[in-house]
């Protein structure tokens, strides 16, 4: 069964760069109906899409994170890696790695939800 | 940009009651590209509907979705003790993925 596993340091410190790997067990990431993204949750709030991406690095963001953020994947490695930069307590949350399934036919895109969570993990922003 | 609004806030009832959960979309969306998800505390999501309507593999089908244009309900049927978590609806569109603030179902 396929799982997502994040890893990755748990304190940032403000300004700096935060860096997060996902890796991708018993599965594939170069699956042509996957999109991998990743998706965070302040303490004691709700979730917040940061941006997806395809095996081929197609990619997309949420817009108010663009400025600061990229996603990249290494098929080598079944890894996708998270950057987001210069930090501020606003930032400290759960970052989840996750799958969203769906399909194309007849050029339309089908949407089947984001069906795969990795566990999470917590970054603190802080000095 | 598509806002999600989650009504109500709280809902405080007993096992066996039945839940009913609303998603609002700020303007007409497609139900295909609507979902709900279940966070029990210190877990991640698990995904319980996509589609409005469709149950995901493996959730039991006291679950239930439906609702189109502006407006999308998710029901419990019968609250077992695990229902009681917090429930998103989300929304996927021209690339970009929107989650409502949540519902959280707590024990009356």
């Known amino acids: 069964q396929l799982q997502l596993q994040e890893s990755g340091p748990g304190q940032v410190e403000p300004s700096e760069t935060l860096s997060l790997t996902c890796t991708v067990s018993a599965g594939f990431i170069t699956s042509s109906v996957f999109y991998w993204g990743w998706i965070r949750q302040p303490p004691g709030k709700g979730l917040e899409w940061i941006g997806s991406i395809y095996y081929s690095g197609t990619v997309y963001y949420n817009p108010s994170l663009m400025s600061r953020v990229s996603i990249s994947v290494d098929t080598s490695v079944n890894q996708v890696t998270l950057k987001l930069r210069s930090v501020t307590a606003a930032d400290t949350a759960v970052y989840y790695c996750a799958r969203q399934n769906g399909d194309y036919f007849r050029g339309d895109y089908y949407y089947y939800g984001i069906d795969v969570w990795g566990p999470g993990t917590t970054v603190t922003v802080s000095s | 940009e598509i806002v999600l609004t989650q009504s109500p806030g709280t809902l405080s009832l007993s096992p066996g009651e039945r839940a009913t959960l609303s998603c609002r979309a700020s303007?007409?969306?497609?139900?295909?590209?609507l979902a709900w998800y279940q966070q029990r505390r210190g877990q991640a999501p698990r995904l319980l509907i996509y589609g409005a309507s469709r149950r995901a593999t493996g959730i039991p089908d006291r679950f239930s979705g439906s609702g189109s244009g502006t407006e999308f309900t998710l029901t419990v049927s019968r609250l077992e003790p695990e229902d009681f978590a917090v429930y998103y609806c989300q929304h996927f569109g021209s690339s970009q993925f929107t989650f409502g603030p949540g519902t959280k179902v707590d024990i009356k």
């Open positions: 303007q007409s969306v497609s139900g295909s590209y």
